[in-house]
């Protein structure tokens, strides 16, 4: 049972991973810094990276020692995600483009690293009160809600379409 969960849930990070990937590829350059909901695309951009990467850690200090996050700490700054004011830096689609694929790889080695033991143990953040086999879900599901954020702005504002992904890069 534990190899099909590990199984589901890597095809579910890839796939939502990678229709978020196709936002930020069809995002014009022009459109990068305009505004989604009350964030602007780049920071709407950098969010979701942020949080699926704090989601795959173990805790936040694991996520601060990260050596992607120590070769870029001038963009980590202050974290100031993890704050409780609006968000003020901008990102670049370059970084953003390296932190996605950072993501992606964080989330398989993660996710094969799973345990029966692992999955059951209680999420290590403050704000989260169920199991790390759930967050994995949680975590999925806050990867889509922003993918359609960017993919509805994008088809409102230049008709661009972002297709459908069921599993991974092989289907667009």
């Not at 305009?34 to 942020?50: G, T």
């Not at 870029?72 to 003020?88: I, K, M, N, S």
């Amino acid at each position: 049972m534990l190899d099909i969960y590990r199984e589901l849930i890597s095809r579910q990070y890839e796939a939502s991973l990678c229709m978020l990937g196709v936002c930020f590829d069809r995002c014009p350059e022009a459109r990068w810094n305009e505004p989604i909901a009350n964030l602007e695309f780049c920071q709407a951009a950098f969010h979701v990276l942020f949080f699926t990467d704090v989601y795959l850690g173990a805790n936040l200090e694991s996520l601060r020692q990260q050596p992607f996050h120590q070769r870029h700490a001038q963009v980590f700054a202050d974290y100031e995600e993890l704050g409780d004011a609006a968000q003020q830096a901008q990102y670049e689609k370059p970084f953003i483009n390296a932190y996605f694929q950072h993501c992606r790889e964080k989330a398989t080695q993660v996710v094969a690293a799973e345990s029966a033991e692992t999955l059951q143990q209680v999420a290590n953040f403050d704000w989260i009160k169920f199991s790390r086999a759930e967050l994995h879900a949680y975590n999925i599901r806050h990867i889509q809600h922003h993918t359609a954020q960017l993919s509805l702005r994008l088809r409102l504002d230049i008709d661009v379409d972002i297709p459908w992904i069921s599993s991974g890069w092989r289907d667009v």
